[in-house]
């Protein structure tokens, strides 16, 4: 199985700050890599998928880069609605499988 | 709109059975794969299951092989998880997902809002 493994597990940042959070996989990739937010309670909803496409309603200020085993997920100015948690997944092979998930709290 | 509703979930005693649904609307629901995924609570996302479009194929993960079948009703827009032989390790939130299927990858949206299974005595 490919393994995903997100850093930082947790992260603390200020509105209309910069924020990366990185995902690594265990092999190449390629940009099989999705990203999905969710916030306490809620289902993860899709935000980029195929490593740097941006989903459909997704704000302008998420953005996605990245191939082979090195991702990054960023958001240009923090919102507070951007408080949550944030999971890659990898579609290269099955099993399907995501990073453990960062939390992006409130400083 | 696109709709997933899961229901079935529930405390249930180790050993004992449940069946998850996941009703779809919005959507034709026989073109597409369908997973089921869960979260321990305060853990992170698994995968459990999928199905293909017609339900000719299935896959499960190893620690639910053999215990939990996955299957769907494509006349009655309805996914299935039966679940037998429970563990106290299955206790999670059970979400259904569609896969999107496309030549730069897969990827699941949208999700079901989840649906809570319980095992413990």
Redesign the interface.
Same mark, same amino acid.
């Given at each position: 199985d490919i393994q995903m493994t997100q850093s930082p597990s947790s992260l603390s940042a200020s509105v209309g700050a910069r924020v990366t959070i990185t995902c690594r996989a265990s092999q190449n990739i390629i %940009? !099989?890599?999705?990203w999905?937010q969710q916030k306490p309670g809620?289902? *993860?909803?899709?935000l980029i998928?195929?490593a740097s496409?941006l +989903?459909n309603g997704v704000p302008s200020r998420f953005s996605g880069s990245g191939s082979g085993t090195d991702f990054t997920l960023t958001i240009s100015s923090l919102q507070t609605e951007d408080f949550a948690t944030y999971?890659c +997944?990898q579609? !290269?092979s %099955? *099993?399907?499988?995501?990073? +453990?998930?960062t939390r992006l709290e409130i400083e | 709109e696109v709709q997933l509703v899961e229901s079935g979930g529930g405390q249930v005693q180790p050993g004992g059975t449940l069946r998850l649904s996941c009703a779809a609307s919005g959507f034709t629901f026989s073109n597409y794969w369908m997973y089921w995924v869960r979260q321990v609570p305060g853990k992170g996302l698994v995968w459990v299951s999928h199905i293909n479009n017609d339900g000719t194929s299935t896959t499960y993960a190893d620690s639910v092989k053999g215990r939990f079948t996955i299957s769907r009703d494509n006349a009655k827009n309805t996914l299935y998880l039966q679940m037998n032989s429970l563990r106290g390790e299955d206790t999670a939130m059970y979400y259904c997902a569609r896969e999107i299927p496309d030549y730069r990858g897969n990827w699941f949206d949208p999700w079901g809002q989840g649906t809570l299974v319980t095992v413990s005595s």
């Open positions: %940009t !099989y890599l999705n999905y809620k289902a *993860p909803n899709l998928h195929a496409i +989903q999971y +997944q579609s !290269y %099955t *099993p399907l499988t995501f990073g +453990q998930g | -």
